[in-house]
């Protein structure tokens, strides 16, 4: 949001989610922190980030198949589709 929006835009999003009115933030445990950094070193022909794994694994428990991002390696994975494309 911030790269796209800027400050402004990214700032009251944030406050949205932190208010809870729009969407639930979730902690991943350290096992899926393990989980998370194992998927990091196993792709290294991708550019996925330690963050971006962090998302996939927690999308897997979740069971979600999408995710509202504008970061293309979230369907680089194969597992999931983003909105908006």
Same mark, same amino acid.
């Given at each position: ?32 922190? $393990? ?9 290294? !022909?991708? #550019? *996925?980030?330690? %963050?971006?794994?962090? =998302?996939? &694994?927690?999308? $897997? ?9 504008? !970061?293309? #390696? *979230?369907?680089? %994975?194969?597992?999931? =589709?983003? &909105?908006?494309?």
């Amino acid at each position: 949001m911030l790269k796209r929006y800027g400050h402004q835009v990214a700032a009251q999003l944030g406050q949205m989610l932190w208010e809870g009115s729009r969407a639930r933030i979730f902690y991943i445990s350290k096992a899926e922190q $393990r989980e998370a950094w194992d998927f990091f070193r196993q792709y290294t !022909d991708k #550019d *996925f980030s330690f %963050t971006d794994c962090t =998302s996939f &694994v927690l999308m $897997r428990r979740l069971g979600l198949t999408r995710a509202f991002t504008f !970061d293309a #390696d *979230f369907e680089q %994975t194969g597992l999931f =589709s983003r &909105v908006p494309r």
